[in-house]
């Protein structure tokens, strides 16, 4: 569809933001549907996410996606942001509401939602490898569909402490904290019914990393996940798989987040599926 006078401006703020795939697949959802809107992605430098934020307004963007590292850094600047949002303490979806700025948090949302495509119900107990705002964010939600105890592993252990205490009062689930090291993770993992990894160890380019040396303690039924979409099959799902146990990438994940991005700004229900197979042709 044209650019014209009345094309609305949608983007990304973020920096980096040169390898996201978000433009890609936005711009392609909106023409597909014939939807005068255009999505640009913006590196906003370093200090001037203020600034930034208050061009939404005055450029009358109809919203932005937020990526790091101004997920929280957005939040003083918004006049409301939703209930998801306040319980992870970072935003990823930004709304021009006629001039009020509302952040919101769809990483949860998106990551069960993915789960529940795959048609995996979680239950019992969740391992994080990670204890970022991912992690947050997706241990928060998981809390809300029953998952009864979290445990949170991170090379820093007062990352996952600190993690873990942010949620305390928050959801209903057990919550625990560890130092990332082989036998205390082989014990935890074991005992779990998902282990998600959030972490950025095996992200394109460094596809031969994985955050764990094997996962032989494994039970069958445990599901095994990344956040990673890029490559699809990391290294880590790669020995899931090898097991034969159930593994999910970061593809639904990612794809659900941006449809409900569209729903939050544009009221509208994307194609889902068509969405997945633009991106999984771009990434095969």
Same mark, same amino acid.
């Given at each position: 569809?044209?650019?014209?006078?009345?094309?609305?401006?949608?983007?990304?703020?973020?920096?980096?933001?040169?390898?996201?795939?978000?433009?890609?697949?936005?711009?392609?959802?909106?023409?597909?549907?014939?939807?005068?809107?255009?999505?640009?992605?913006?590196?906003?430098?370093?200090?001037?996410?203020?600034?930034?934020?208050?061009?939404?307004?005055?450029?009358?963007?109809?919203?932005?996606?937020?990526?790091?590292?101004?997920?929280?850094?957005?939040?003083?600047?918004?006049?409301? =942001?939703?209930?998801?949002?306040?319980?992870?303490?970072?935003?990823?979806? =930004?709304?021009?509401?006629?001039?009020?700025?509302?952040?919101?948090?769809?990483?949860?949302?998106?990551?069960?939602?993915?789960?529940?495509?795959?048609?995996?119900?979680?239950?019992?107990?969740?391992?994080?490898?990670?204890?970022?705002?991912?992690?947050?964010?997706?241990?928060?939600?998981?809390?809300?569909?029953?998952?009864?105890?979290?445990?949170?592993?991170?090379?820093?252990?007062?990352?996952?402490?600190?993690?873990?205490?942010?949620?305390?009062?928050?959801?209903g689930a057990a919550l625990a904290a560890h130092g990332m090291?082989?036998?205390?993770?082989?014990e935890l993992a074991a005992a779990s019914n998902?282990?998600?990894?959030?972490?950025?160890?095996?992200?394109?380019?460094?596809?031969?990393?994985?955050?764990?040396?094997?996962?032989?303690?494994?039970?069958?039924?445990?599901?095994?996940?990344?956040? =990673?979409?890029?490559?699809?099959?990391?290294?880590?799902?790669?020995?899931?798989?090898?097991?034969?146990?159930?593994?999910?990438?970061?593809?639904?994940?990612?794809?659900?987040?941006?449809?409900?991005?569209?729903?939050?700004?544009?009221?509208?229900?994307?194609?889902?599926?068509?969405?997945?197979?633009?991106?999984?042709?771009?990434?095969?």
């Open positions: 569809m044209p650019v014209n006078a009345n094309t609305r401006c949608l983007g990304l703020f973020g920096n980096p933001v040169a390898h996201s795939l978000s433009p890609l697949l936005h711009n392609y959802t909106l023409q597909m549907m014939g939807l005068n809107y255009v999505y640009l992605p913006f590196a906003v430098p370093a200090g001037e996410i203020k600034g930034a934020v208050n061009a939404i307004r005055s450029l009358n963007f109809c919203g932005v996606n937020v990526t790091i590292p101004y997920k929280e850094a957005v939040i003083p600047y918004l006049d409301a =942001i939703s209930p998801e949002a306040e319980a992870c303490g970072a935003v990823n979806v =930004i709304s021009n509401e006629e001039g009020r700025l509302r952040g919101y948090n769809t990483d949860g949302t998106g990551f069960t939602a993915a789960l529940r495509e795959e048609g995996v119900a979680v239950r019992g107990s969740a391992l994080f490898i990670g204890a970022g705002g991912a992690a947050r964010s997706l241990a928060w939600a998981l809390a809300r569909t029953g998952v009864e105890r979290l445990d949170f592993m991170d090379i820093k252990l007062e990352k996952a402490e600190n993690l873990a205490a942010s949620l305390a009062g928050s959801v090291n082989k036998g205390r993770f082989a998902i282990i998600i990894n959030c972490s950025p160890v095996g992200m394109y380019p460094h596809i031969d990393q994985s955050p764990v040396a094997d996962l032989d303690m494994l039970q069958p039924g445990t599901v095994v996940c990344d956040i =990673i979409y890029n490559p699809l099959r990391t290294k880590f799902l790669s020995m899931g798989q090898v097991r034969g146990l159930k593994t999910v990438n970061g593809l639904p994940m990612f794809v659900h987040q941006a449809a409900l991005s569209l729903e939050i700004w544009l009221g509208i229900k994307p194609p889902v599926g068509q969405m997945k197979e633009v991106l999984r042709r771009e990434l095969e």
